[in-house]
């Protein structure tokens, strides 16, 4: 018994110098994933250029805050996230970082007094960077901004998401590819793609399925689960793979203009994808935006066509598009118009046809097609009764610098009536999505 509670005991100490050790030995940092000469320098702009490629202004700038000196609240289900001042401040800042500390923050989520990060910072995929693209961005970062001198509210969850320890082990679990990026060698307008992507645009933050733990599902291209769609505070993520995506039913042109400008003749970019365009993608070169269109045409097997452009500037005349096999029915019963037609189908004639027409297909670059539209037809209906309510607005962008507003109706129908127009939304020209009651629309109206 004696010898018994001797091994028990010297288990139980042994447990706890673990824990010790897991909680206070410094976390090892990852070395470059190059090696540069000591006098290296980026090309002129570069910096600048990966901050917009990397989006780094929408989540380090608050409301009414000056560029890059944090202050935004960032909602996670653990609680609200508040992003930090990356201003070169000395006091409120990064200006005393190293470009090792910096490297650290970046690729492993470790502050420089060796506080973990909270993965609302995509680390997970800004790892993949190049350490070119890392220099280049620090060096942006603490020559080519301004210094803001602003305190950033301070992080604080509860019990236990409060204890940063713990994301230590979550990173063993999370962080299963090596920093630096891997080509896969297909073209070199593919794997240009593909970096952009995997890497500073960080689309699979987005884009992928989230774990029981919420990494990311999916991370780089060698993973099924690579941009098979996720979620977004009850906004479904359409995936980027299949041959019902867009990435395989638009042209690489389509594609293209839609993450310059947030705006083709199939969508338009709302939500989080919108900042996107709005903060980053606009700002990239004709000739990324169509590396990215290509790599995820070619993600499963899709044909890459490289366009000579896309978005062309000036005035366009494009024909209204007829319906097809599958809407032609619901386009035929809206211009017959008949009095016993339903509640859904009569509201959309009154509010919705003028701009999206009867055949659902809309005003291409202008009004989205409805027929077959991921908001439309997702699983969570959650964000069509967000837009029939409150509106959307498309900003504009270099090549298409005109706004797009569309009204909300929160004011003019019932929440039974936004039901029936989001249940004929959703059923309408085969797109064969499930129905909305009003309790759902009287949720939303409510703001949960």
């Known amino acids: 018994m004696i010898k018994f509670l001797r091994i028990l005991s010297a288990l139980v100490l042994l447990g706890v110098l673990a824990l010790l050790a897991f909680v206070f030995v410094p976390v090892q940092r990852s070395a470059p994933s190059a090696a540069l000469p000591a006098d290296w320098k980026p090309e002129p702009g570069r910096g600048e250029y990966i901050a917009r490629a990397s989006d780094c202004v929408a989540c380090h700038t608050g409301p009414e805050g000056k560029p890059f000196a944090g202050g935004l609240a960032i909602a996670s289900p653990m609680g609200t996230i508040w ?38 910072m995509p680390y997970e995929n800004y790892r993949l960077m190049t350490e070119e693209d890392i220099r280049a961005l620090y060096d942006y970062l603490m020559h080519g901004v301004e210094p803001v001198a602003a305190q950033a509210p301070k992080t604080e969850l509860s019990f236990p998401f409060n204890m940063r320890f713990g994301i230590r082990a979550w990173n063993w679990l999370a962080l299963t590819h090596g920093p630096g990026f891997t080509p896969a060698g297909k073209s070199a307008v593919e794997d240009r793609g593909q970096y952009l992507v995997e890497g500073p645009g960080h689309c699979a933050a987005c884009h992928s399925p989230r774990t029981p733990l919420m990494a990311q599902d999916g991370v780089t291209l060698g993973e099924k689960t690579f941009l098979t769609g996720g979620s977004i505070e009850g906004w479904d993520v359409p995936s980027l793979r299949g041959p019902d995506s867009a990435s395989q039913r638009w042209s690489m042109a389509e594609m293209a203009a839609y993450l310059a400008t947030g705006r083709n003749a199939h969508s338009t970019a709302n939500g989080e994808m919108g900042l996107a365009v709005e903060h980053s993608l606009q700002y990239l070169t004709d000739a990324d935006n169509i590396a990215m269109a290509a790599f995820l045409k070619g993600l499963d097997g899709g044909k890459v066509d490289l366009p000579q452009s896309f978005a062309a500037p000036g005035p366009t005349a494009t024909p209204e598009a007829e319906a097809d096999d599958a809407g032609r029915q619901t386009a035929l019963m809206l211009t017959e118009a008949k009095p016993d037609m339903p509640l859904g189908a009569r509201l959309y004639l009154d509010s919705c046809s003028a701009c999206h027409f009867v055949t659902g297909k809309g005003a291409p670059g202008i009004f989205p097609e409805l027929q077959g539209n991921a908001v439309v037809t997702a699983a969570q209906a959650r964000p069509l009764i967000d837009t029939i309510l409150h509106g959307a607005t498309v900003k504009g962008t270099a090549k298409r610098p005109m706004n797009l507003v569309m009204q909300g109706y929160a004011d003019r129908l019932s929440d039974a009536e936004v039901a029936d127009l989001a249940t004929f939304l959703r059923g309408a020209w085969g797109n064969g999505a499930g129905p909305v009651s009003a309790a759902d629309v009287a949720q939303v109206r409510a703001g949960h």
């Open 83 to 120: 992003s930090t001042n990356i201003t070169p401040d000395k006091a409120t800042g990064i200006g005393t970082w190293s470009l090792d500390d910096f490297r650290a923050a970046l690729v492993d989520g470790v502050a420089p007094d060796g506080t973990h990060l909270y993965p609302a």
